[in-house]
Nanobody, 119 residues
Framework: EVQLVESGGGLVQAGGSLRLSCAASGFTSDDYAIGWFRQAPGKEREGVSCFTRSDGTTMYQDSVKGRFTMSSDTAKNTVYLQMNNLEPEDTAVYYC????????????WGQGTQVTVSS
């Protein structure tokens, strides 16, 4: 069973930075993808970025391109989301999730971490 634990959220002023971490365990192969999602109050959950382990590719939502960077430390089984130049619109609960590469369903989710950006 894949388990994911996020950390690193907090309160920051607009223009500031935060780095979120997602500690993962339980993967039985390298054939998986990890994604970051967020859900703001009153809004639907949306995808922020996605890293596919098998081919090393990373994709970003247009609104975060150039500001957010996803990286991984395979030795620590941890994925990071570096968020720079944060905007109030980035305020949300951020989740990491995992799925098998060939499965479109995000089967495993972390508990979420709150990011609040003040103006």
């Amino acid at each position: 069973e894949v388990q994911l634990v996020e950390s690193g959220g907090g309160l920051v002023q607009a223009g500031g930075s935060l780095r979120l971490s997602c500690a993962a365990s339980g993967f039985t192969s390298d054939d998986y993808a990890i994604g970051w999602f967020r859900q703001a109050p009153g809004k639907e959950r949306e995808g922020v970025s996605c890293f596919t382990r098998s081919d090393g590719t990373t994709m970003y939502q247009d609104s975060v391109k150039g500001r957010f960077t996803m990286s991984s430390d395979t030795a620590k089984n941890t994925v990071y989301l570096q968020m720079n130049n944060l905007e109030p619109e980035d305020t949300a609960v951020y989740y990491c999730a995992a799925r098998a590469t060939i499965d479109p369903t995000w089967a495993s989710w972390g508990q979420g971490t709150q990011v609040t950006v003040s103006s």
